[in-house]
């Protein structure tokens, strides 16, 4: 009777530590606001989940040396965080300061610091405006903080694109975090090239300036 | 081909066409018959290359009645048929089969003219998924690049091949708009393509007789016609396959950007809205007031292209800013 | 008498195999020139019969045509013959409405035109179609007929039921002419009244195929159906007097001098008022401006440096006026030269016109303004040239056979061995 007992607590503690685990990965499981209100709200069929692709933790630091396999060697924030007893000076909190270190951070963010998102006390944590930590994956509430009208378009499905389904009784969908496509330090998307055009017969490509090819300086 | 010189009748003035009794009837007969011979056998191997297509075309194929009248095991063997053609004639194997609209589904898409950078993923994936002759890079959108401040077409630009963003520049691309009064499916002589239940307009590709009146009647330049048989090797062509959506289609027919049924029947997203790179596109069920979609319409300015022309339809764009 | 009679009526089943028989055998007959003709046309049809067969083999890639401009020479052409086919019958209405009685001998010429020309109508739509093959998907019952939704279903039908009319009236007074017997007005005069709203209806239908699209401001217009049925009613009786001044030089016949008048003065008036359709659509285009005219634009002076219809559109302007000047020219009904050259001229100025002029343009530019021009390919004018002589070949044969009665010599065209006996039953009215 007893041992039955023990092994029934056991069994119920290891449940309840299983469930309260957050699995820190770069396929985190981790339905937006307003799927968990759908689903919680509704009695409908059940709904697949959504997959975010969270950002996996950064290593460190691109020194753009590289070893003798070619690899880039990195150097892990720590390293050099750690070692600083005194509070940075204001001149390290700007973008100056990134010439002697950080070698290859291109950092064009607004007007945004390096402490705008990253905690002082701890190289590879953030932190959110008023000071308070925020997950190391969680960009999303990191990002939204000053990017409210996208957060807002992506918690409906509007931002960021997806792939899967449609309809989530059907299947699984699979969304990007912000980091999927904007650099945390460089946002702005660059330029691509487009690769692939249709090849009409006989539709001409053209000077990008001018819609097409002939001259006709009295009606552009 | 020779034919015999008429009788000596004279002047052209002196009514040759009817002289009764002829100078030499039999003669005139028989060379008339010869003429009338050579005549048709000159008209046989004029016609010749016919045969060979005519060989091409089974007699299933030729007689098969209109999709929407057949039933269950004639659909069956219809596409049987279909699987083996395309594996006699491309060497792939493929699966084609009959997507049904979804109950209580009707399809919106929006794009987000403020994200759309003019990369063309899109346009790739569109003509991967579905099949489009691999020469001329065929697919169902076409990107217009257009100047900042303008909604004039005439304006835009198709062929642009520099890096995208350009400055000043927005991108819209263009593909079957679903119109809910589609002009296409009023002209067809044959009903060949008609609104589906779930708002797709779709094509019988053996039904069609390729008059592209369709392609004359749309507003969007969202219809394509198969100029030849479609070459696509083997190792390419998508085997998720649809009767009426990206299965390959033969030579003479229309078609058209169909939302991807082969996947959006079954939940799926659209292969256009899956490549998109920055996240411009969404897809969904305008009738489940939770969809994402419904969620921009009701919340984002929405516009529609061409909206004077009362072909309503279920495509929608918008700026955020 | 009335024994004759039913024994005569009795024969239709008879004597209707003769005269298919007899009327083969007249059009197959005649002098070198003709054979000489009819061999050249039936040259250029098998060229144009092996075209179209490697154009349905290889694909419509063989054509000009893209997505940009779907429809090309072929249906150019078509929509030029439906308005011949039209204008063939504008004879018909002043021999019956007018009660002229000289019209009357000749009615049946423009009535074996408009059979000519919707025989290439036919022609051409069929070469257009990508799926030849398909062709019964249209037919009404066995196929999937869009009727009354499409107005292609009702061109298909008013064409078809306009060649049965014309072919019904022609036989008809043809078959009678062959059994001796004096038509009678009642198997004829309705079909010939009817063939007349027929002959607007066709060619307003046609029209409607192109103003009913929302998405083609060049077509989407009111004033492209009187556009067609003026420009038809000038190609139609113009082609029909050189038809007259031809069969005059080559078969002896004599000219109509009254209906030729008669047919002048139709242009006459329905030239200028042509003329004032075109302007009034000019005006309207440039007028106004705006992105909806870019096609009148790209058709007139060019579009973006695109200019490839521009001297053809000016020539067809300059051909119709040349065509009116020459129309209402005081010597005009004596002079033949100067009537067969206005009637060159009109032909050609409203084939360009109507044609090229205004099924190409209506693609340029397309619905997403971007700009493909459109030149026929090689197997296009074969397959063209094809029909056209295979239509003078049809022609040909049917004036051939309708010959002695346009010239009164209407007893010329019996058979041989029964002529006399059919004579002597001739039914009188």
């Known amino acids: 009777m007893r041992r039955r007992t023990l092994a029934l607590i056991l069994g119920l503690a290891a449940a309840v530590v299983l469930a309260i685990k957050p699995a820190i990965t770069d396929t985190t499981e981790y339905p937006s606001e307003s799927e968990l209100a759908r689903d919680a709200g509704s009695n409908e069929a059940k709904k697949f989940p959504v997959t975010l692709r969270y950002p996996a933790p950064s290593p460190g630091v691109a020194t753009g040396i590289v070893d ?34 950080h070698r290859g951070l291109v950092f064009e963010h607004g007007s945004l610091t390096c402490l705008s998102c990253h905690d002082p006390e701890d190289a590879q944590s953030f932190r959110l405006a008023d000071g ?23 918690d409906h499905g509007a931002h960021g694109g997806m792939t899967g389904y449609w309809d989530l009784t059907r299947g699984p969908r699979t969304r990007n975090a912000c980091t999927s496509c904007h650099s945390a330090h460089a946002p702005k998307p660059g330029q691509v090239q487009p690769t692939f055009k249709p090849i009409d017969r006989f539709l001409v490509g053209s000077d990008p300036n001018m819609p097409t090819a002939g001259e006709d300086s009295e009606h552009d | 081909m020779t034919e015999k010189k008429g009788p000596p009748t004279g002047p052209v003035e002196s009514n040759p066409a009817n002289e009764p009794g002829p100078a030499d009837p039999s003669r005139r007969t028989a060379l008339k018959g010869i003429g009338a011979t050579l005549g048709a056998a000159a008209f046989a191997t004029a016609i010749s290359p016919l045969r060979n297509l005519a060989e091409s075309i089974s007699a299933e194929e030729l007689m098969q009645k209109h999709y929407k009248e057949l039933d269950e095991d004639e659909k069956r063997a219809v596409l049987n048929r279909l699987e083996e053609e395309v594996k006699e004639q491309y060497g792939a194997e493929v699966e084609i089969r009959d997507h049904a609209p979804i109950p209580g589904t009707k399809f919106a898409y929006a794009i987000n003219l403020s994200l759309c950078n003019g990369n063309g993923k899109c346009v790739e994936a569109c003509h991967k998924e579905n099949n489009h002759d691999r020469a001329t890079n065929q697919s169902y959108i076409r990107v217009l690049e257009m100047p900042a401040g303008t909604m004039d077409m005439g304006k835009g630009n198709t062929t642009y091949d520099h890096s995208v963003p350009a400055k000043d520049k927005y991108y819209m691309p263009v593909q079957c708009q679903q119109c809910d009064e589609p002009p296409c499916t009023d002209v067809c002589p044959v009903q060949a393509t008609w609104k589906d239940d779930d708002g797709i307009v779709v094509v019988d590709y053996n039904w069609c007789i390729g008059c592209r009146y369709c392609e004359a009647a749309c507003p969007y330049h969202a219809r394509r016609f198969n100029w030849k048989e479609p070459e696509i090797p083997a190792e390419e062509i998508n085997p998720v396959q649809g009767y009426l959506s990206n299965r390959v289609r033969p030579q003479g027919v229309v078609e058209k950007c169909h939302f991807c049924l082969h996947k959006t029947r079954e939940g799926k997203l659209p292969a256009c809205l899956e490549a998109c790179s920055t996240g411009a596109r969404v897809f969904g069920n305008i009738l489940d007031p939770d969809s994402e979609i419904r969620w921009v319409l009701e919340n984002k300015r929405v516009f529609v292209l061409k909206e004077e022309l009362g072909t309503k339809p279920s495509f929608f764009y918008f700026f955020d800013k | ?241 050189i038809t007259m001044f031809a069969m005059h030089k080559f078969a002896g016949l004599a000219l109509p001098a009254g209906p030729i008048r008669t047919l002048v003065k139709i242009i006459r008036v329905v030239i200028l008022i042509n003329l004032l359709m075109l302007v009034s659509e000019v005006f309207t285009e440039f007028y106004s401006g705006g992105a909806h005219t870019d096609s009148a634009r790209y058709l007139f002076l060019g579009l973006h440096g695109y200019n490839q219809l521009v001297p053809w559109m000016w020539t067809a302007v300059g051909l119709n006026l040349a065509a009116a000047f020459l129309f209402l020219h005081r010597k005009a009904m004596d002079s033949a030269p100067l009537l067969i050259t206005g009637c060159v001229f009109a032909f050609l100025g409203i084939w360009i016109e109507k044609g090229m002029g205004l099924i190409i ?18 197997i296009e004018w074969k397959v063209s040239a094809g029909i056209w002589a295979f239509g003078l070949m049809v022609l040909t044969v049917a004036l051939k056979i309708a010959l002695p009665i346009l010239a009164g010599r209407t007893e010329e065209f019996l058979p041989a061995s029964s002529k006399s006996a059919i004579v002597r039953n001739r039914v009188g009215e």
């Open chain 1, 68 to 101: 003798i396999h070619g690899r880039s060697i990195t150097v892990a924030c720590e390293v050099c965080h750690s070692l600083r007893t005194e509070p940075p000076t204001a001149e390290a909190l700007g973008l100056a300061s990134l010439e002697d270190f």
């Open chain 1, 132 to 154: 308070s930590p925020v997950e190391k994956w969680n960009v999303i509430d990191l990002c939204s903080q000053c990017h409210g009208p996208q957060r807002k378009d992506f």
């Open chain 3, 1 to 241: 008498m009335s024994n004759e009679v039913s024994a005569t009526e009795r024969q239709h089943w008879l004597s209707y195999p003769k005269f298919l028989v007899r009327a083969f055998s007249v059009a197959t007959d005649g002098p070198f020139s003709f054979y000489a003709w009819m061999t050249a046309l039936t040259a250029v049809t098998l060229v144009g019969a092996n075209a179209w067969a490697n154009q349905v083999t290889q694909g419509m890639i063989t054509t000009g045509m893209t997505d940009h401009v779907s429809w090309g020479l072929y249906i150019a052409n078509f929509t030029f013959m439906v308005g011949v086919a039209a204008g063939g019958v504008m004879m018909v209405i002043p021999a019956y409405l007018y009660h002229d009685k000289k019209m009357h001998d000749v009615v049946i010429l423009g009535e074996l035109l408009a059979i000519a020309a919707i025989v290439m109508c036919l022609l051409f739509v069929t070469v257009d179609l990508g799926r030849p093959d398909r062709f019964w998907h249209l037919i009404p019952g066995i196929g999937k007929f869009n009727f009354p939704v499409s107005m292609l279903t009702w061109d298909v039908i008013v064409l078809n039921i306009y060649l049965l009319l014309n072919l019904h009236v022609c036989g008809y007074l043809l078959y009678m002419r062959f059994r001796g017997e004096e038509p009678n007005p009642r198997w004829y005069v309705p079909f010939v009244l009817l063939s007349i709203v027929w002959a607007i209806s066709i060619h307003t239908v046609t029209a409607f195929l192109y103003s009913g699209l929302g998405g083609r401001p060049l077509w989407n217009s009111a004033l492209l159906a009187p556009r067609f049925l003026a420009s038809a009613f000038v190609s139609g009786p113009a082609f029909i007097i």
């Open chain 3, 361 to 378: 343009p209506g693609f340029i530019p397309s619905t997403l303004h971007e700009i493909v021009e459109y030149s026929p390919s090689l």
